[in-house]
């Protein structure tokens, strides 16, 4: 066995062992593993954090209400010790001159913590977390804490704050702290940590039974602003509540709090690692068929090898259509038999190309042992696996590690049949309905629109395809947009508006694009024409990546138009102008940018680009991201350019995380789809990229070793 061969057995085998921790699809994480979370959307008691961290990959969507203020938060524990959270706040009648109309300030925050220390018999669980470390400031606060577990039902948690969390009955003081809000918000705020009053905080939890908590807290937090802005009392810093879970894994929570508030929370954690893998419930595959002992001797075929290459093709595409599978290139050699294989249909990997596997062990003449199954996307050929005939004999009731191990993976360029094979139908096309979503305006928090989308696609060529999609809003409020923001830069994507205002009906795409291989490694994507909603142009890609590198280098260059406002066929000049004013700034004609890829394993992720953004700015874009052999994925990015925070504006740089779920966990059986939700606190100017859709990278690795070993699993599903 090659070392290469082992590799991939031993990574199939992590992923094999995490998902069978899994069990099932839908199975929940187990209750007494997640601990309560508090007000802000953390581990902790009420408005004060604990030690302790939720199960790894937990994600902890919570909304909360104390008096006039209202929390919402999303927390993801990114590894057994690191968690991070995305907060969005509103605090009604509060006296500040960000306020909207109705006198709620709106307020977006990160946080960050980290255990330092595990629990054990002796030793309590310490954590150290940065609160609003990214943000204007309101809810900033740092903080030192330990949680020990007395009894089998009873923890205590007790811990010194600093900034807010300092801030009611201080015991002591550590250097200078600035108080004031931060007008724009979004830098981190390093000059203020582990600054200023610091202050004891403390509690205990009890959990009476399976479903009920009870929790008792001394708070540190004075809550300053709330009472001197918006007349919050302040008379008690001791707090009373319970959390209730219900059947769903849905948390209730209930409060009193600082002697003169009632609060609420519910708290909704779900975990991607114990989902398990979508599908299951979908057709099984054809088993294999055995040879004949001494038939893989049997040449005689091969004198009419063109009419057995006609019948066992037919007979092939017939079988795979079962399995929702396709070829569009097939060649038939005396002892190989080489498939182009399109997969519309199964989101791992492995699932597609064990099935057309099997298949053909039904079809190929018994002398033919070696089987090459090249996967094409968008007509191109992605790599090459090839299996050993009496492999899959013997080898069908073992662990699939083991066929792993006696699959070879290489590169695909020069070796596929030619595409000659007409995948029915070319045109394809579809009614569905659609989405969109606007976020994080002060004047209303969470825009919708919901609608009706045509479209369709036309394979003119295997590489050479015509995309597009016309929407029709239903219902919705995205154009009821008003808030136009003044700027320092191009209007790049401040005008959003003005779109919003316009579009409808709209061509929200309408792309030809062109896919090839230009070389060994090398991967070459053109496409031309109305690209996303604000601009049309013409952007070209080329993505270097070895299939068993976990490292991927490309670049990308993009001529671009702006759209015009109502997003038909019409174009206008790159010339923006200030609303408010006769400023104009000019777009330029040209950007592009270099990233490199790299998989760190264990689901981790990294891309890093560099280059020159809509608006002129040069920087860099940094991307993590955390996948889960079940399709799930996490991740964050922050951008960085020569742009000043002044400049910038509110929001102070580019941010935001992302969140991709595969459709399948809906629909219980096997699909490709994707659906990916963005949370950009603020959407500015500077660090804008353009939305090209068909970018290389992620189509490109599905079918490389990595991934495919990742997914080996589903090999013999």
Known sequence: MTARAEFRRSRARLAATTAAAALAFGAPTQAQDIPTFNTYGVPGLIDMPSA??????????????????????????????????FRYAGIADFDDPNSNADGVYYDRSFDIRFLLFTETGIRPAVAIGLQDFIGTGIYSG?????????????????????????????ATTLGERADNLLG????????????GDIAPFGGLSYAWNDRLTLKLEYSSDAYDDESARGGFE???????????????????????AYGSSLGFQLTYPINPKTLGIPGGVEPGGLPVRRRAEASADDLGWTAALDAYEASTQKRLISSLEKDDLSIDGYRLEPRRATIRLRNSHYGRPSQAIGRAARAMTRI???????????PVENGTPMSAITLQRSDLENLENDAA??????TAITDAYGKAPAPD???????????????????FDPDDPLRVDVGAQIGGTWQITPQLELSGALRKRVIGNIQDIDRVSPSELPRVRTDLPFYAQNGDPKISNLILSYYGRPGPDLYGRVSAGYLEAMYAGISGELLWKPVGS??????ELNFVRRRDYDQMFGLMSNTTEEPDNDTTREIPDFNGHVSAYYDFGGGYQGQMDVGRYLAGDWGTTLTVGREFANGWRFGAFATFTNVSSDDFGEGSFDKGISLSIPVSVGLGTPSRRVETTVIRPITRDGGARLGVPGRLYNNVRTWHEPEIADSWGRFWR
């Not at 724009?184 to 600054?195: E, I, Q, V």
């Open 234 to 256: 302040h008379d008690s810093p001791v707090n009373l509540g319970f959390d209730y879970r219900l059947d769903n894994d849905l948390r209730l929570s209930l409060y009193y």
């Open 364 to 374: 190929m003449p018994d002398s033919v042992e070696e089987f090459t199954i090249i």
């Open 52 to 85: 302790e961290m939720a199960p790894d990959a937990t994600v902890g969507l919570s909304y909360g209400r104390i008096d006039q203020s209202n929390r919402g938060a999303l927390t993801f524990q990114l590894t057994p010790r690191l968690s991070g959270t």
């Open 550 to 555: 976990a490292l991927a280098l490309g670049a």
């Open 184 to 195: 724009s918000g979004g830098l981190p705020t390093y000059d203020r940590w582990f600054r």
């Open 142 to 170: 740092e903080y030192i804490v330990a949680t020990k577990t007395l009894l089998p039902k009873l923890k205590v948690t007790a811990g010194l704050g600093w900034g807010r969390l300092g801030s009611y009955n201080p």
């Open 421 to 439: 094979i007409q995948v029915t139908p070319k045109f394809t096309w579809a009614l569905t309905s659609y989405y969109e979503y606007s976020s």
């Open 401 to 406: 590690v083991e066929m792993l191990a006696r």
